[in-house]
């Protein structure tokens, strides 16, 4: 039996790491496996130029940062296996690729407002990265705001549902984990 794959997608801090453990924890019975793009970044990154200070600095938001040949490789492995009953996948660049959404049983689009993920995104950064809040906040406002606008918020078009990504536990996770429930 092909599992059910659910892509999620949305700018950056918009919830879709959140949404993920959220339905897994909520799929426990089944067998569910997690897939998330931020593993497969290239190395070295391309660059970007900013539009606004002409600076260069590494790019994570243009779908270039994603090494689709190996993220494909270990997305056809686990499909492949056929060991799994649910396979989530996440990440910026789910719904940009084609190869990617025709694979995908559902495709969902989380949305949060650019200031509230802009806030996230600082929070997670201090923690996870060291950098500090002027940091985090330039490389937003130069590099990565301008990336999503013009690849990750647009690929919500070719989204099945789009969630809030303020409201994701309750409705939202119950809605779809019945849906994929339901298709098994």
């Not at 990565?144 to 536990?169: C, M, P, T, W």
Request: net charge negative; with cysteine.
């Amino acid at each position: 039996m092909k599992p059910i794959i659910v892509g999620i997608s949305g700018g950056s801090a918009s919830g879709k790491t959140t949404f993920c453990n959220l339905l897994a924890d909520e799929l426990n019975e089944y067998k569910v496996e997690v897939l998330t793009t931020d593993k497969y970044f290239k190395k070295p990154l391309p660059k970007m130029v900013s539009p606004l200070t002409g600076e260069e600095d590494d790019d994570f938001n243009h779908p270039d940062c994603l090494d689709i040949d190996r993220f494909m490789a270990d997305f056809n492995k686990i499909l492949d296996e056929d060991a799994s009953d649910v396979v989530l996948v996440e990440g910026l660049m789910i719904l940009y690729f084609k190869e990617i959404r025709e694979r995908l049983d559902l495709k969902i689009f989380i949305e949060l407002d650019s200031d509230e993920r802009m806030y996230r995104r600082i929070k997670r950064n201090i923690v996870s990265m060291g950098w500090t809040m002027e940091q985090i906040a330039d490389y937003y406002l130069n590099y990565a705001k301008h990336r999503e606008k013009q690849f990750v918020l647009r690929s919500s078009i070719y989204a099945d549902i789009i969630l809030n990504g303020n409201k994701l536990d309750g409705i939202a996770k119950d809605m779809v984990a019945d849906w994929i429930i339901g298709k098994l």
